[in-house]
């Protein structure tokens, strides 16, 4: 049976995910804008959907700009996602495959939590299909040199 290769791959801010989040943002802009052109006079209703719009897109921002730089590492065991001072040591789930992007969460032992990853083919197109193999293999068994061997 062959087993995903040792990869590493970079982590960082995404702009496919930068123009997604910018997109759903104008589509909340473009529908709240729709809707107060409807209703006049303007109410409490539409003040509360214009701060809604402007608390989420901050919260989009601080996201998008609070993710790590550093590098995501699979050994054939276990992986681990390294940042400048911190290790973290878990397995990752799928949440969202995108062919050409990834949302990973990273299920961490060590410190414990849930770590959520946005990978990008264009941050390593070398490394993508190695890191998608070992995405979706299993960790290997320790095998003994002699198949008849306990």
Request: charged share 15%; glycine share 10%.
């Amino acid at each position: 049976m062959h087993h995903a290769p040792a990869v590493s791959f970079p982590l960082g801010r995404s702009r496919f995910l930068a123009y997604v989040l910018v997109s759903l943002w104008l589509a909340g802009a473009g529908v709240l804008a729709l809707w107060c052109t409807q209703q006049t006079p303007w109410g409490w209703r539409q003040g509360l959907g214009g701060l809604t719009l402007v608390m989420g897109g901050a919260l989009a921002l601080h996201w998008w700009r609070a993710q790590r730089l550093g590098q995501l590492q699979w050994d054939g065991e276990r992986w681990q996602a390294c940042f400048a001072g911190l290790t973290l040591t878990g397995g990752v789930c799928v949440q969202l495959d995108l062919q050409r992007q990834l949302w990973l969460r990273l299920h961490s032992i060590t410190p414990p939590g849930d770590h959520w990853l946005w990978l990008e083919r264009d941050a390593d197109p070398l490394a993508w299909r190695d890191l998608r193999r070992a995405v979706y293999s299993r960790a290997s068994r320790h095998t003994p040199a002699d198949p008849n061997a306990v």
